[in-house]
Structure formats: C-alpha cells, structure tokens
C-alpha cells in the first residue's frame, strides 16, 4: 500500500486554496489605496477639463453673435428705419 503525504494541503503550502500571508495583503491594501488615488486625481482633472471645454464653447458661441451682429448691423439699422418710418405713416 502506498503511503500519500498529505501534509501540503494541511498546511497550505500548495498555491491553489491557500490565504495570502499578512505582507501580501498589506501590499494589496497599499496598491488599492494607491489605486482610488490616482481615480480621484483623475476624477477631478476631467471636471477642470470640462469646464474649460464649456467656456470655450460659449466663447466661440459669443464670437459668433458678435460677430453676425457686426455683419448685418447695417441691414437691421436700415430695416428698423424703413418699419419706424412707415409707422409714423399710417399712425
């Protein structure tokens, strides 16, 4: 009869099944912490980069009115004009 040694499983000295001794798990707690840091730091880069995003784009949106303001600020002066004048006619 052959005799099995079992005293692998018992003590854990196999890789499969076996707790991770206490300085793996510091290493993995310190890893994890590093981990949700760097997460938050970029978190809150993104939130700096939308609000840049967000005032660029309503610069670029008032550079337009200015801009289609300028260009047909002498049509509308004269439209008003002509409106304004035939009012004064028919009142």
Known sequence: ?????DSANITGAS?????PRAEETC???HFVHVLQAWVATRRTD???ATAIEYGLLAALI???IV???????????????????YLDTVF
């Open 15 to 19: 890789r499969i099944g076996r707790l």
């Open 46 to 48: 993104e939130e700096g």
């Open 67 to 85: 801009a289609g303001a300028t260009a047909l600020g002498g049509s509308i002066n004269t439209l008003f004009t002509d409106i304004a004048g």
């Open 1 to 5: 009869m052959r005799k099995t040694d």
């Open 62 to 64: 008032a550079l337009a």
């Open 27 to 29: 290493k993995m707690l």
